[in-house]
């Protein structure tokens, strides 16, 4: 009875997919609340349920809003998987335990409601909807984000139409819906009655192309039922079906939005009204000419993002601010384009990629990635069975946004491996919508796909693809015919900069390879959201909540929280730094020609949109600013600016004035900021946003040391007492335990330490993907998070100026030999300050210990030390005001920055390491009733600071188990690793790991 479910048949009684528009016909939102009951079986409530009744039969029924997903609602919960499914894969099956909602509300027609022809969309329902009304079956639906709709007129009754729904958690749809997400069940996107008067259009199909060479366009508006196309702009009314061809129009671009606003109307027929349906047309030209994706005659790069639809509180049942302000934050953010990985999603967020400018790689709602614990046995695309089931999809994702300019590349699936499917699923995308070029990553022979394309490539490997010198794919033959077309295709990377966690690193690295060669189209990086979810604590405190807090396998974990925004859409450290990456502008001042060279790196406009500035800056503190007028210069050309007067008078008198120069040691750095931003305001931004900088050091730059050139570790005893000192000694304002040789206390302040630290929280990118590239696991083998420490002798020389205090020890790890020998210089600074020169000298056995392929590399070189509870504020010059780190720290910039202690952490879903803040010249810790201190690097030093430890952030699962300590640990460190992608990518390149000797 319930056979549907388990059919791979993707539907039944459904009207044909079309185009999704919104008209001033009739619509009836059925979105509110519904009765809902939840049952443990695709039996439901039973038999009845469809009947036409106004009270559902039975008990247990509650109410429930729409759209929604029930889980989220309090019925059940939500369930993630990665890969695996999250039921026995028999497809195409399902288990007989599938919760199944019956949902049931009535409704009157609004007065006048024409009901001859009415159509009843569903938007989306996740995964498998049977409709009913009143007391007829309509038929079901499977392919949860994606449309259906019931021809429904004669059924209609003025008053009391039942409506009634039961959806069911798991059907055969959900073997093709394996995507890396939530397992969401519920009616969640809209349900409408749409009027549809007699002569509606039922579908339309625009096209509209532009001409590079003469900036012509055409237009054509093809429909199912006669009906007059109106672009007042451009004078147009005409027929459907009629060409126009236009001798000058404005083309759309992601940079420049242009749509042409007008009406498809149809006249009214047998007394019916007629009907206008607002057109958005934007006239663009998709093609693939020698290897190069073009648009509009011009290369194309996108700068993109795979975007999920997830709200914390709400999952994929986004409303329509929600999804703008993805738009508008991805805009400010620089990103030009959009993967809707892995689904169609709601129609209105394509209407604002239109509108605002977003480049949109739409993505059918097919996955079958969980297939791979068959070895890839009865895989859907290669089984003809399904064959219905995937066309379906595709039909119903080309059909509804076919009249998208922001859409421009097809993707018929993600991780579904391959089979005769795409060959079909392919011909009929061709065949219906020519003026669009199709994606498929997964196939090796790409022989369905005008790209080739990869996940997560190591950068050496991106740089080849870039000089069409990739190595052949595994499963084709070198020189076949599919292995010279993917060498003569374009590259779409789509999928890279995993962002889980703390991370991702080198997506500046990545963006110069992508500059670097025509063949690359763009990239997307993965992902832009964090699907967590949003939980109150029952004292009051808000978290996330990802996979693995969930009771229940198999189980994805933290996976789900990777992206560039946390679940409620704060930007992460990673956003800010792909926002600098893919800057439209390149500046680079050069101090010594004394110009700037402007690059527009955009594709289509030129630079006047944007008001250029500079910043003269002593130390942090500006000292002069003005503007720098900035020649006309065309998309993707450069131009060379000479400082202006004012600048360049302004160095001069600055460095006359203080006689700042690279000599003066870091003390009064002279900076020039130039920075890019909106003239005027924009849809997505207001005038004066800043979209690109650039910064330069007046006198170079500054260079770090470690080792200080010719400095010696002193002789061992060669001081006045040798030996462990069995008493407290002062070196000036500094007090040392005489048999630790700590430092204990500094003037009024209480101190505890330094000493050596060579750990950090594991990020998820240190944990690797599975046992791929797990440094974490190397660095709790070398045990680097259990640090032993001896001190081995304390001498004081008080026959030096001031006094100087030599601490010898030795630190390592419990049953290891490895670890450093630390000797600690401690001199008298000043009347109230000490200087520590620390020299660390590594012993034993770092590499002969077993850990694998990896180089035995601590994540970290520096000091840690314990410091009062009492600071709470932070100043620092150096780069900032966000965290760093030594592959992610473009966006950081030089300049005098402060925030609280409680600031300077990032609060990742899961915790780990965050909040370094690299290159630190100086440092000010104040907190009230505290004395100032300060720390001077020679010349520069990482920092953290936090109310907790790294072991403690390390144990933390979630970011409410930070407890204040009660003190702030302060670590300085020399070194600290890079961040990487390596929880789904290539490992982290060696040149961003720390070492054991500098
Ligand atoms: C890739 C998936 O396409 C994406 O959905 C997500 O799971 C991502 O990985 C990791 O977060 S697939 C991977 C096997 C390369």
Redesign the pocket.
């Known amino acids: 009875m319930h056979s549907y479910v388990s059919d791979p048949v993707p539907g039944r009684g459904r009207r044909e997919p079309r185009a999704d528009f919104v008209s001033d016909a009739g619509r009836l939102s059925l979105n509110g609340e519904w009765d809902f009951r939840l049952s443990r079986t695709a039996a439901g409530t039973g038999p009845e349920f469809g009947a036409d009744t106004l009270t559902p039969a039975g008990d247990g029924w509650g109410s429930i809003r729409v759209p929604a997903h029930w889980v989220l609602e309090g019925h059940g919960e939500p369930l993630y998987t990665?890969t695996a499914f999250p039921f026995p894969l028999d497809s195409p099956r399902v288990p007989e335990e599938n919760p199944t909602g019956d949902y049931r509300r009535t409704f009157d027609l609004p007065a006048g409601w024409l009901s001859k022809g009415s159509v009843l969309r569903f938007q989306g329902v996740d995964s498998c909807g049977a409709v009913w009304l009143n007391g007829v079956e309509l038929g079901h639906s499977k392919g949860s984000r994606l449309p259906f709709e019931f021809a429904v007129g004669p059924l209609l009754r003025e008053r009391g139409n039942v409506l009634a729904v039961r959806v069911n958690r798991w059907s055969s749809g959900s073997h093709l819906e394996d995507?890396?997400m939530w397992w969401l069940p519920g009616i969640f996107r809209d349900v409408e009655l749409l009027e549809r008067p007699a002569g509606a259009i039922d579908d339309f199909f625009v096209h509209a192309d532009y001409d590079h060479r003469d900036g012509s366009g055409m237009l054509r508006v093809d429909s199912d039922a006669p009906g007059q196309v109106e672009l007042p702009e451009l004078g147009i009314a005409v027929p459907t079906g009629t060409t126009v061809r236009l001798a000058a129009i404005e083309p759309w671009s992601a940079e420049s939005p242009r749509l042409y606003r007008g009406t498809l109307s149809t006249p009214g027929v047998d007394g019916a009204p007629g009907e206008r349906i607002p057109l958005a047309v934007g006239f663009r030209t998709v093609s693939i000419e020698d290897g190069r994706l073009l648009v509009n005659g011009s290369p194309v790069l996108f700068r993109g993002v795979n975007r999920h639809e997830h709200d914390p509180d709400r999952g994929r049942a986004l409303d329509l601010e929600t999804m703008r302000r993805d738009v508008v934050m991805m805009k400010q953010h620089n990103i030009n384009a959009v993967r809707t990985?892995?689904y169609p999603p709601h129609p209105d967020f394509l209407r604002l990629c239109d509108e605002y400018g977003l480049w949109v790689v739409e993505e059918c709602d097919i996955e079958t990635h969980g297939f791979i614990y068959a070895g890839w046995e009865g895989n859907p695309p290669a089984e003809p069975v399904w064959r219905e089931a995937l066309m379906d999809r595709i039909r119903r994702m080309v059909e509804r946004d076919k009249n998208h300019p922001s859409v421009v590349v097809w993707s018929m699936a993600?991780?579904s491996m391959t089979g005769e499917a795409f060959d079909e699923m392919e011909a009929w995308i061709r065949a219906r919508d020519g003026s669009r070029p199709i994606h498929y990553e997964r196939d090796p022979s790409y022989r369905n796909s005008d790209f080739y394309s990869l996940?997560?490539p190591a950068q050496e490997e991106l740089a080849a693809v870039g000089r069409r010198a990739e190595p052949t794919p595994e499963g084709v033959e070198a020189g076949s015919a599919d292995d010279e077309r993917r060498r003569g295709l374009p590259f779409l990377l789509c999928?890279y900069g995993?962002a889980m966690g703390n991370g991702p690193g080198s997506l500046v690295d990545y963006q110069n390879i992508l500059e670097s060669s025509e063949r690359f189209c763009g990239a997307f990086v993965?992902e832009w959201i964090d699907h967590g979810f949003r939980r109150t604590l029952p004292d009051g405190v808000s978290t996330f909540v990802h996979g693995g807090d969930i009771d229940f396998l198999p189980n994805g974990g933290s996976?789900c929280i990777?992206g560039l925004v946390f679940p409620d859409r704060t930007p992460s450290p990673g956003l800010v730094e792909y926002k600098k990456a893919i800057e439209p502008v390149a500046l680079a001042i050069d101090v010594t020609a004394g110009s700037v060279v402007v690059r527009n790196k955009q594709d289509f406009a030129d630079l006047s949109a944007f008001g250029f500035a500079w910043l003269l800056e002593r130390e942090g503190v500006s000292m002069a600013s003005g503007v720098v007028t900035v020649p006309g210069c065309a998309a993707r050309a450069s131009v060379s600016v000479a400082f202006p007067a004012g600048l360049a008078s302004a160095i001069a008198s600055s460095v006359a004035a203080d006689g700042a120069s690279a000599a003066d040691g870091g003390d009064r750095e002279l900076w020039i900021t130039v920075s890019a931003s909106l003239v005027a305001e924009a849809a997505w931004a207001p005038a004066g946003h800043e979209v690109a900088w650039a910064q330069a050091r007046v006198g170079g730059e500054v260079t770090r040391e470690w080792a200080l050139s010719g400095a010696e570790v002193p002789a061992s005893g060669a001081g006045a007492e040798a030996q462990v000192l069995e008493r407290s000694v002062a070196l000036g304002a500094a007090r040392f335990d005489g048999a630790s040789g700590e430092l204990v206390g500094l003037g009024e302040l209480e101190l505890a330490g330094p000493r050596l630290d060579l750990w950090r929280a594991p990020t998820e990118n240190d944990k690797g993907q599975g046992e791929l590239n797990n440094l974490a696991k190397v660095w709790r083998k070398l045990g680097l998070d259990r640090i032993l420490h001896r001190t081995d002798e304390v001498t004081l020389d008080e026959t030096a100026t001031g006094g100087r205090l030599v601490v010898r020890g030795r630190s390592g790890p419990a049953g290891l030999t490895l670890g450093y020998r630390t000797t600690f210089v401690w001199e008298a600074a000043g009347a109230d300050g000490v200087a520590l020169t620390a020299f660390l000298e590594p012993v034993g056995h770092w590499t002969n210990t077993p850990v694998g392929d990896f180089s035995a590399t601590p994540p970290r070189l520096g000091l840690r030390l314990g410091l009062s509870g009492g600071f709470t504020d932070a100043e620092w010059f150096g780069p900032g005001p966000g965290e760093a780190y030594a592959d992610s720290r473009a966006a950081a910039r030089v300049g005098r920055h402060r925030a609280s202690v409680d600031a300077l952490q990032t609060h990742y879903v899961v915790p780990q390491e965050n909040g370094n803040r690299p290159d630190t010249r100086w440092l000010e810790l104040s907190g009230a009733g505290l004395p100032t201190l300060r720390v001077e690097g020679a010349p520069v030093f990482d920092f953290t600071a936090r109310r907790w430890t790294s072991e403690s952030l390390d144990a933390a699962a979630h970011p409410e188990h930070l407890v204040d300590s009660g003190r702030v640990w302060l670590n300085l460190d020399h070194a600290q690793q890079g961040l990487g992608s390596a929880s789904?990518g290539p490992a982290l390149p060696e040149r961003y790991r720390t070492c054991l000797l500098y």
């Open positions: 990665n995507q890396d990985s892995h993600n991780e996940m997560y999928e995993h993965w996976y990777d789904c």
